[in-house]
DNA sequence: AATGAATGAGCCTTCATTCAT
DNA sequence: GATGAATGAAGGCTCATTCAT
């Protein structure tokens, strides 16, 4: 009962709260972040932190919660197919997911900390996000490499994609300096995830025969 | 004079100190860390570290700038030769950087937590560090793609590699919670680079010809 | 108007806030008593504290009230008669008000705290429930110690009797914990008054001749 | 050597604010009691009390056993000789220790919140001061008694003696509300300790001979 | 009459920092 | 150079109370 509101009223001040919680943590991480800051942004009581949240550290579970929340899974038709489109589906929708201007800015950031510096709440974002497109992803790349690659090398491999998305989590004015060309990123997802597609794909490419022989096509 | 503490004595007690330091932050990030931690695993009294540091902020400064000391520039004769094997030879030496095991532990968490929250010291590793290498592998991949590549196509191509790199920087729990094959990966960091290696420059081998022609053409 | 409410429902809920309260003030005292617990106890919303009875003090003024509203008064023919009588009536009186299992539980440790902590409501127990007592007790002890004794002696002695009744007030488990074999001293009231009457009137006996002289005169 | 202050200087600090501590505690209770009040009575910073005690608890945990160590143990030449001396010097002691003028006024009103509403800092009252002389006075109750004596009368009986010890630790305004005539008690202990003595002993004489005289009037 | 939501006041506590020795 | 003591600032949290429904 004091776990359940369901008040319009009160829904209305939790998803300010988040919100402005969600920036905040964002700019300054959990600990620097004050609930000062958090309510007057919030236009709300400070009090009101408690009262719907309990204390600081749920507010921040919550935020937590409702960035996870946002993810859309990949449609399973798009997880069908030829494994290689699967991987370009799931790279974009990755991307897609990391950049999508229609939600929330903090979003990326509150998720980086929380690989960078885990909390409790660390466990929502990996059973709910990060685990499952592992899976989709594994599996993929399973298929592509074939049944003689070692669990290592698929694993590996896997770790080398995931990783060329994962760096878009990173705050965009860090990566913008070291190359100011990448400075409208946020507008490219799809430019990106085409570029991501195309790197692994190619590595992802059986190596050229050793004896080009006349007519060679063995060979997935 | 102030600021020129010269005596042995003086020295040890800032070496115990940023040693400490350097544990705490790495395991709570700047502000979660509190000085009281820090004293106490140095063994030294509190005001310590106002008399030797100022404050806390400059503490920790003192600590990322000692992170980036560590850093050992590639040797001039690798860099030189052919850019796949220059490549090779980068990826390699930044493995072995980020997870050697002679180095301090903490040290790829400090440069992780810059990454993810960056505070007033960002500017040291991102100019003695993160830069050179960057500017390094830039030419290296420019020189890979050839002088037909756009511009972007190669910051891209490069973020792809050295993202593959910086994934090894996150807290080592998550990555062998999602694959527990990775367990020991502290240890293999020449397998690492070799994989990140050969996956690059897999991806960096000029694209098939579309319609096999009878005399395919490999490049190395 | 505003103060008379006459509802069965409302008083029904007056009753259930005033036996929570009881629970929660004996328990832990006013101050740390808080109005959450007492209307999670009392099944109540925890604005119907301030509708009931404006605010918390008021609360527990009424608890209060309702301690001393139980009180019986000796019936007047236990008052008449032989004085030793009287007291003997009396004490038994006073004990099984203090121990009575009929009673909230809480009704002692609530005047208990007052005594040691008085608050306005002090008032009330003390001229309802104490004076009357005392003042009946304090004739009573007159009429056994004689005209010739003095008020200070009346006093003090009749203090000696009700020290020994208060006692009884105390948390039973600090009596317990020095005299196990008190451990069931609630269900013992007539023992219990049967030997502080035996104590008290032993006490009050006439002093023995110094040297037994060949004709004791005794006096009852 | 957190808990080792023995800084003369520090000492003084600790020393101020257990007595403000004293008075506010006494005054108001341990909960309803703020920091503020008692830093500012004591002229020290509100964080001196994290420093020397690290929290509330502590400091009225440190006060409690303030009080208690101002206990001074019956010399053992008063405990010996004949039973009914013993009792009287024994007390003669409590009395003393109860209304002593030397000591801090707030001491008795600690002891009696105590017993009235235990804290965790119960123990060390009923260890260090109660037990101790419940002991002592249970053995020569013992005595007094006679080994044909139930344990049970002889509880009954120590009790009912030290009851009317303990009701000099109660606010000394209530009772003078009661009897305006014990308005000066502080300064009489003496007089005091001989009424209970007296009171006590005389309840303590063996019951008047059943057939003493040639013509027994009997009556109780 | 009753309640869920919201609020303001105030308290305890933490912590970096300063100061005197 | 180093330390124990002390402090000011600020933050999180609790809680009684009020308000609108």
Same mark, same amino acid.
């Not at 300010?16 to 009581?45: C, M, P, S, Y």
């Not at 929708?93 to 903090?106: F, G, N, S, V």
């Not at 760096?167 to 570029?195: C, F, G, N, T």
């Given at each position: 009962?004091?776990?359940?509101?369901?008040?319009?009223?009160?829904?209305?001040?939790?998803?300010?709260?988040i919100?402005?919680?969600g920036?905040?943590?964002?700019e300054?991480?959990?600990?620097?972040?004050?609930?000062?800051e958090?309510?007057?942004?919030a236009?709300?009581?400070k009090?009101?932190?408690?009262?719907?949240?309990?204390?600081k550290?749920?507010?921040?579970?919550?935020?937590?919660?409702?960035?996870?929340?946002?993810?859309?899974?990949?449609?399973?038709?798009?997880?069908?197919? @030829?494994?290689?489109?699967?991987?370009?589906?799931?790279?974009?929708? *990755?991307? #897609?997911? /990391?950049? !999508?201007?229609?939600k929330? &800015?903090?979003?990326?950031?509150?998720?980086?900390?929380?690989?960078?510096?885990?909390?409790?709440?660390?466990?929502?974002?990996?059973?709910?996000?990060?685990?499952?497109?592992?899976?989709?992803?594994?599996?993929?790349?399973?298929?592509?490499?074939?049944p003689?690659?070692?669990?290592?090398?698929?694993?590996?491999?896997?770790?080398?994609?995931?990783?060329?998305?994962?760096?878009?989590l990173?705050?965009?004015?860090?990566?913008?300096?070291l190359? @100011?060309?990448?400075?409208?990123?946020?507008?490219?997802s799809?430019? *990106?995830? #085409?570029? /991501?597609? !195309?790197?692994?794909?190619? &590595?992802?490419r059986?190596?050229?025969?050793?004896?080009?022989?006349?007519?060679?096509?063995?060979?997935?």
């Amino acid at each position: 009962m004091a776990n359940v509101k369901d008040n319009a009223a009160s829904q209305e001040t939790r998803r300010k709260l988040i919100d402005a919680a969600g920036q905040v943590f964002a700019e300054r991480g959990l600990h620097a972040a004050t609930l000062q800051e958090i309510t007057d942004r919030a236009g709300v009581n400070k009090a009101a932190v408690n009262y719907h949240f309990r204390d600081k550290f749920e507010l921040y579970a919550a935020v937590v919660r409702y960035c996870v929340s946002f993810r859309v899974e990949p449609s399973p038709e798009e997880m069908t197919g @030829p494994p290689r489109d699967c991987l370009r589906a799931l790279i974009a929708h *990755i991307i #897609r997911e /990391i950049l !999508d201007p229609t939600k929330p &800015a903090w979003r990326a950031a509150i998720i980086n900390h929380e690989l960078a510096q885990p909390t409790a709440a660390l466990d929502a974002v990996m059973d709910e996000l990060i685990a499952p497109r592992s899976r989709l992803q594994l599996d993929i790349v399973r298929r592509i490499l074939g049944p003689r690659a070692s669990e290592e090398k698929v694993v590996r491999t896997t770790l080398s994609i995931i990783a060329q998305c994962l760096v878009y989590l990173h705050d965009r004015r860090i990566m913008v300096r070291l190359h @100011p060309i990448l400075a409208q990123d946020d507008q490219k997802s799809d430019e *990106i995830a #085409r570029h /991501i597609a !195309d790197f692994s794909l190619a &590595a992802l490419r059986p190596p050229p025969r050793r004896r080009p022989s006349p007519k060679p096509k063995r060979r997935s």
